[in-house]
């Protein structure tokens, strides 16, 4: 049973470019979530996916962005990337939106680095 | 929003010795979940845990929801248990993990 993968695992991107992460969520699960980790701190949560439609945004610019496919799988953009955009970038599969009793499970995660 | 806070923020470990990490969180919470994020930054699931005890193996796990904490115990501690251990809430009504701010733990040989 795979579990969340997420692709690419490192990229380094330079200011104002545009940068597109990918995230396939463990196999049954419905719902994707989208967290940035900055060095030294706990994940903060961007936005969840869930039937195609964005269900809740955190504390993020519209320079954030994020897209569900019809086979849960899920994009994070992000556009006029800035220095402060560098962090480890971690997406999260659950079954029917974090309901109580659902486990959330991590992917590896994306390291982008911003120059 | 909630607050999360643990404590210690740094622990260092000789092998073979007992911990336990704490979490305190500043309102109500219908989900608490503890993982553990290695070097590589991979974050495992521990624990679910919104109120009452767990174990597995040498990891156990106690929340106590009317008094909003929740603790994590390492007996025998290994090198492999080396990395950050993390809190994470869900208030009721919404759909987001809210992570505390983690304890680095170290352990030495």
């Known amino acids: 049973d795979a579990g969340v993968t997420q692709s690419p695992t490192h990229l380094i991107k330079t200011r104002g470019q545009q940068v597109t992460l990918r995230c396939s969520p463990k196999s049954g699960h419905d719902t994707v979530s989208w967290y940035q980790q900055a060095l030294g701190q706990g994940p903060q949560f961007i936005f969840q996916y869930y039937e195609e439609e964005e269900r809740q945004r955190g504390n993020f610019p519209d320079r954030f962005s994020g897209h569900q496919f019809p086979n849960y799988s899920s994009e994070l953009n992000v556009n006029a990337l800035l220095l402060g955009d560098s962090a480890l970038y971690l997406c999260?599969?659950?079954?029917?939106?974090?309901?109580?009793?659902?486990?959330?499970?991590f992917g590896e995660g994306s390291w982008l680095t911003v120059v | 929003g909630i607050q999360v806070e643990q404590s210690p923020p740094d622990l260092i470990l000789q092998e073979g010795a007992n911990s336990t990490l704490r979490c305190n969180f500043s309102?109500?919470?219908?989900?608490l979940q503890w993982f553990h994020q290695n070097p590589w930054g991979q974050l495992i699931n521990l624990f679910y845990?919104?109120?009452g005890t767990k174990q597995n193996g040498r990891l156990s796990a106690t929340t106590v929801a009317t008094e909003r904490y929740s603790l994590l115990y390492i007996s025998s501690s290994q090198t492999t248990d080396s990395g950050v251990y993390f809190c994470?809430?869900?208030?009721?009504?919404?759909?987001?993990?809210?992570f505390g701010t983690g304890t680095q733990l170290k352990v030495e040989l």
């Open positions: 994470a809430v869900k208030e009721g009504g919404g759909n987001k993990l809210t």
């Open positions: 999260a599969s659950s079954l029917d939106r974090l309901t109580s009793g659902n486990t959330i499970y």
């Open positions: 845990i919104p109120s």
């Open positions: 309102d109500s919470v219908n989900n």
